[in-house]
């Protein structure tokens, strides 16, 4: 279960009656659209129907039973919050707001490069700055994801910036081989590895671009900055130095 912090209401009036329920924002939407596969205890605060959720007061069985045909609560949360509308206070909407912000700007940094400086990453401050000189509202009530694309056509004018992937090949010594292998193919897509007769591994991993900095500080963390490393140009030529 999430805490009450983080929840927020779905309210339902149907048969003169209200039902209330307590739910995390980013699950109440996939349930809305049909798209939630998880687990709806661990979404909601409560394992219970309300009347008024602020105050604790529960509806009467018979309007369970007349509006849901059922009292079990698990039955009749995802129909408040499909039928119902999200309830949310202007301090949720701004906690929500800046929350979304910041997994957005997470989200890019990871992902997107500057084309201008050698594909280098992009801090996050620059985005988040970039972002705010070109205006761009986070909407609280919409997934990041499908905020990505609006939020890179708001940064192009203001900063270059596109979404790249890199791969990079490394060789790590036959000593930090064992561990190091297993840091570095959870990277990314491993797109080659090889053992080595000395007990060295070349493994070659693809992920977003952004993240390279991270990257090779795992390498360095777990092979004693020992290991070698080379960015691939061409997936065909996975060799390192």
Request: proline fraction near 6%; hydrophobic fraction near 40%; charge should be negative.
């Amino acid at each position: 279960m999430i805490s009450l912090d983080e929840a927020v209401t779905a309210r339902l009036e149907s048969h003169g009656a209200r039902f209330e329920v307590l739910v995390d924002p980013d699950a109440a939407l996939s349930i809305k659209r049909d798209e939630f596969d998880g687990d709806l205890e661990e979404v909601i605060a409560a394992e219970d129907v309300f009347e008024d959720a602020s105050r604790g007061d529960r509806p009467a069985e018979n309007d369970l039973e007349k509006v849901f045909e059922t009292t079990d609560p698990l039955e009749i949360i995802p129909a408040v919050i499909k039928e119902g509308e999200i309830q949310i206070t202007a301090e949720q909407r701004r906690e929500m707001q800046a929350q979304k912000r910041k997994q957005l700007i997470d989200t890019i940094a990871r992902n997107a490069v500057n084309p201008q400086m050698d594909n280098a990453p992009h801090p996050p401050e620059r985005i988040d700055n970039a972002l705010e000189e070109a205006g761009f509202t986070v909407d609280p009530m919409e997934p990041v994801q499908t905020q990505v694309d609006d939020a890179l056509d708001a940064l192009r004018p203001v900063i270059p910036i596109r979404f790249e992937e890199v791969t990079i090949a490394v060789q790590v010594p036959a000593e930090y081989a064992g561990s190091a292998q297993a840091k570095i193919r959870q990277f990314g897509d491993l797109e080659r590895e090889e053992w080595q007769p000395d007990g060295s591994w070349i493994g070659a991993v693809t992920f977003p671009a952004g993240m390279q900095n991270d990257f090779y500080e795992v390498v360095n963390e777990h092979s004693s900055g020992e290991a070698e490393t080379q960015i691939v140009k061409d997936k065909d030529d996975l060799r390192t130095r």
